[in-house]
Nanobody, 116 residues
Framework: QVQLVESGGGLVQPGGSLTLSCAASGSIFRFYRLGWYRQAPGKQREMVATVTSGGITNYAISVKGRFTISRDNAKKMVYLQMNSLKPEDTAVYYC??????????WGQGTQVTVSS
């Protein structure tokens, strides 16, 4: 039994910042890979950022240099710090935890809207 709950989304002006949080609960204390994905209306869900248990990070080209992913294993949390936000960042952001087959879990999503 694993649950992922995202928070921190909202409305922000272009150039602003937001930090998303994802809290994990259940019987699993650590995951091999944690990540953030996003889906805008009419578009496919895309990877934004991931971080492995060893601290290796990967970012989508569109967010590299602006977003930072981090994790706190003791608190079972993963974060996404988003700076210099653009209107094209508007999407529902989802937290994903992957512990290998069959342990892949998704959060419910949190809306991020970048608009003036």
């Amino acid at each position: 039994q694993v649950q992922l709950v995202e928070s921190g989304g909202g409305l922000v002006q272009p150039g602003g910042s937001l930090t998303l949080s994802c809290a994990a609960s259940g019987s699993i204390f650590r995951f091999y890979r944690l990540g953030w994905y996003r889906q805008a209306p009419g578009k496919q869900r895309e990877m934004v950022a991931t971080v492995t248990s060893g601290g290796i990070t990967n970012y989508a080209i569109s967010v590299k240099g602006r977003f930072t992913i981090s994790r706190d294993n003791a608190k079972k949390m993963v974060y996404l710090q988003m700076n210099s936000l653009k209107p094209e960042d508007t999407a529902v952001y989802y937290c994903k935890a992957d512990n290998g087959p069959p342990g892949t879990y998704w959060g419910q999503g949190t809306q991020v809207t970048v608009s003036s």
